[in-house]
């Protein structure tokens, strides 16, 4: 059981003190009947709530598959930067949603979107080891002894070893090269700052998978989706 106020604040009706007014109005239903005390206590996932005669559908968590564009942040909130929240509509920023984990700004790809907590601890929580994988092209020819070294852990700028991790080759040669990694850690700018110990550079970095969860080819840069039932159970079983 929840307090009305709280649901309808929650579900971006106002303030308490808006929310009270409102409620006070007489424009607020709980199962069929006008009520005008905020304070009561209803179960959000059983009694229909109306306001101004339309039904709300209440949820306590939102769950978003977002095509991270170029230039946009993954955080909640930034003085200078456009985040990947202020793309959201207004219906999911009620819920006060937040990246899981996070892309670097000029990384595009799968991004988690939630108010799960749980969730989200249970997914960036490195005892979990949550495989990430990104498509990237290199500026130089990768090549087995690249692909040894990942293997191994590689070490970075400031003597941080990696967890071991997988690299593919897609195709090489001395012009670049495009390959796949996997990472099971989130280091910052991990996964350029391990190849610039292999003295090559990362010219372009999309992560296409986290955990079993693909990103959907559908998904222009900038889109998102809420996940469907198949998808959220296929990461909660991580």
Same mark, same amino acid.
């Given at each position: 059981?929840? %307090?009305?106020? +709280? /649901?309808?604040?929650?579900?971006?009706?106002?303030?308490?003190?808006?929310?009270?007014?409102? /409620?006070?109005?007489? !424009?607020?239903?709980?199962?069929?009947?006008?009520?005008?005390?905020?304070?009561?206590?209803?179960?959000?996932?059983?009694?229909?709530?109306?306001?101004?005669?339309?039904?709300?559908?209440?949820?306590?968590?939102?769950?978003?598959?977002?095509?991270?564009?170029?230039?946009? =942040?993954?955080?909640?909130?930034?003085?200078?930067?456009?985040? /990947?929240?202020?793309?959201?509509?207004?219906?999911?920023?009620?819920?006060?949603?937040?990246?899981?984990?996070?892309?670097?700004?000029?990384?595009?790809?799968?991004?988690?979107?939630?108010?799960?907590?749980?969730?989200?601890?249970?997914?960036?929580?490195?005892?979990?080891?949550?495989?990430?994988?990104?498509?990237?092209?290199?500026?130089?020819?990768?090549?087995?002894?690249? =692909?040894?070294?990942?293997?191994?852990?590689?070490?970075?700028?400031?003597?941080?070893?990696? $967890?071991?991790?997988? @690299?593919?080759?897609?195709?090489?040669?001395?012009?670049?090269? +495009?390959?796949?990694?996997?990472?099971?850690?989130?280091?910052?700018?991990?996964? +350029?700052?391990?190849?610039?110990?292999?003295?090559?550079?990362?010219?372009? $970095?999309? %992560? /296409?998978?986290?955990?079993?969860?693909? @990103?959907?080819?559908?998904?222009?840069?900038?889109?998102? !989706?809420?996940?469907?039932?198949?998808?959220?159970?296929?990461? +909660?079983?991580?």
């Amino acid at each position: 059981m929840e %307090r009305l106020d +709280k /649901v309808l604040a929650n579900l971006g009706f106002g303030s308490r003190k808006e929310v009270k007014a409102l /409620v006070k109005s007489g !424009r607020v239903e709980v199962d069929g009947e006008v009520v005008k005390d905020s304070s009561i206590s209803i179960d959000p996932e059983k009694s229909i709530v109306k306001v101004n005669g339309e039904e709300l559908l209440y949820r306590k968590y939102i769950y978003l598959m977002m095509n991270k564009p170029d230039g946009v =942040i993954s955080a909640t909130f930034d003085n200078r930067d456009e985040t /990947v929240i202020d793309l959201l509509d207004i219906d999911y920023q009620v819920f006060k949603p937040f990246p899981v984990g996070r892309l670097d700004k000029d990384t595009v790809g799968l991004l988690l979107i939630t108010n799960d907590g749980d969730l989200n601890h249970k997914l960036i929580s490195p005892k979990w080891h949550v495989d990430k994988v990104y498509y990237a092209e290199i500026d130089k020819e990768v090549n087995e002894t690249d =692909i040894e070294a990942f293997k191994k852990g590689v070490v970075l700028d400031d003597d941080y070893k990696c $967890l071991p991790a997988k @690299l593919e080759i897609v195709e090489a040669d001395e012009n670049g090269s +495009k390959v796949y990694i996997t990472i099971q850690e989130g280091k910052f700018h991990q996964v +350029k700052r391990m190849f610039q110990a292999r003295e090559k550079e990362v010219v372009y $970095l999309k %992560r /296409v998978k986290f955990g079993n969860l693909s @990103l959907d080819n559908e998904l222009m840069e900038g889109e998102y !989706r809420e996940l469907t039932e198949e998808e959220l159970e296929t990461l +909660k079983d991580i």
